[in-house]
Structure formats: C-alpha cells, structure tokens
C-alpha cells in the first residue's frame, strides 16, 4: 500500500504565510481604524490583502488530501471535509505526467483522469512517495493520455 501525503515542509511553510498575511491584515485594519494618515492607501490595501489571505488559505485547506494506492483501487482522503472517494484502477480514464525544469530541480506533476472528468493532482514537491506513485501507476493503469 503507497501512501502519498502532503509533506510537512509545504504545509508549514504555507502556514506562516498565512499567519503572516492574516497579522498584516489585522495591522492594517487596526491602523485604519487608529489614525487618519494615508486613509485611502490603507483602505485600498486591507480589502486586498484579506482577499489574497482568504484565496490562499481556501487552496490551501482544499488541497490537503491523503492519498492510498494498492489492492486495484485509489482511495482519496480529503483531510478538511474528510469526504473519502475509491476509485477502482479499471475506471481510471488515463493519467498524465507534466515536468517542468525549474532552477531549483525538476517540478513533476501527475494528473489522473476519472469519473468523467474529474481530475486528481498530485506533484513531488508537494506529496510524500510521488515517485512511488508514478511506478504504480505505469503497472496498473495502461491508458495514458
């Protein structure tokens, strides 16, 4: 059985962005709310960086999801809502590897297509046994698109 997660690197250095944003946001309201001085700056800003802050944050939360290969089926766990989905080997329609050469090292990303088109993300920067995954997928599922 592979298990692929979301690595804890990502998640944490997403986690300080966000608290970051969220501290900026709040400084930013309180000094809207403190003093008068540059007023239309700050009024224009607050609502942008609560935005991007709430956007981000939204991504991130949909994103976190645990991910079991094995015994013919891929069972998806979406760890916020904890909506659990099995997918049988069979009924994968074909999947998908993108790479993309970057500075630091190659960014790979696995798309798999199913139940008509619904689509399963996963990337080796972000998931724990991404290679793992590729070579289970190349065994089990013929179909490549």
Request: no cysteine.
């Amino acid at each position: 059985m592979i298990v692929s997660k979301p690595k804890r690197n990502t998640a944490f250095a997403l986690a300080v962005f966000l608290i970051v944003i969220f501290a900026v946001f709040f400084m930013l309201l309180d000094s809207l709310l403190s003093s008068a001085d540059y007023f239309i700056i700050k009024l224009i800003l607050t609502p942008i960086v609560l935005v991007i802050g709430l956007l981000v944050m939204g991504k991130f939360l949909s994103s976190l999801k645990r991910v079991s290969l094995g015994d013919g089926k891929i069972e998806v766990l979406f760890l916020v809502t904890r909506m659990r989905t099995v997918i049988p080997v069979k009924e994968v329609m074909g999947w998908r590897e993108e790479v993309v050469n970057t500075k630091n090292g190659d960014f790979r990303e696995v798309k798999i297509l199913y139940d008509k088109k619904k689509i399963l993300k996963l990337s080796n920067r972000e998931n724990t046994e991404y290679d793992k995954v590729v070579k289970y997928l190349k065994q089990k599922v013929k179909i490549k698109n």
